[in-house]
């Protein structure tokens, strides 16, 4: 048994069937949550030595390297059985609204630091910290987030079921589960 049934083995039977129907925006959640784990460890490990003088561009940086892993993990994973353009199409369609969702990323801290002037010697260091987390990290991922979910769905992967679900699909993961638990329902 893979380490996804046991997990949704022990999730109760109503949340595990809407994990189960929304496994895709679940996989894109979970991709989202690893590359923001990458953007903020790339950022601060950037701004608090090579880019000192330049956060912006230590951020910009930081979604760069996550955009390429998101790439990868939203084509093979989170959206594995979308598709419906070639390879090079869709690849330069997740890019540009990747950079499109970076611009969007960028905004509120932008604003923060040189719109409200959220920065040192305006204000103290942990105030400029925060203030740069809160909006870029929080704020600005829940933006380019928002707009990479619709916008994948709608241009770069618009066609559901066009690759076929590889081993451990739906089908096999709900009958997994369902023989572990005594269910004998069929689900569709």
Known sequence: ????????????????DLIIKHRELVRFVVVGGTCFVITTGLWYGLKLTVLTTKPITALAAAILVAMIV????????????????????EAALFFL?????VGLNL??????????????PAVGVLTQEVSDFVSGSIV?????MVFRWWALKKFVFPHADVRPERAGGVALLRSALDGESGHSEQVA
């Open 1 to 16: 048994m893979s380490v996804v049934h046991s997990a949704l083995a022990r999730v109760p039977a109503p949340l595990r």
């Open 70 to 89: 998101n790439y990868v993990l939203s084509r093979e994973w989170s959206f594995q059985t979308r598709g419906g353009r070639e390879g090079h199409h």
């Open 97 to 101: 609204v990747s950079t499109i969702a």
């Open 107 to 120: 905004v509120p801290e932008t604003i923060s630091r040189y719109v409200f002037d959220l920065q040192v």
């Open 140 to 144: 600005g991922t829940l933006l380019g």
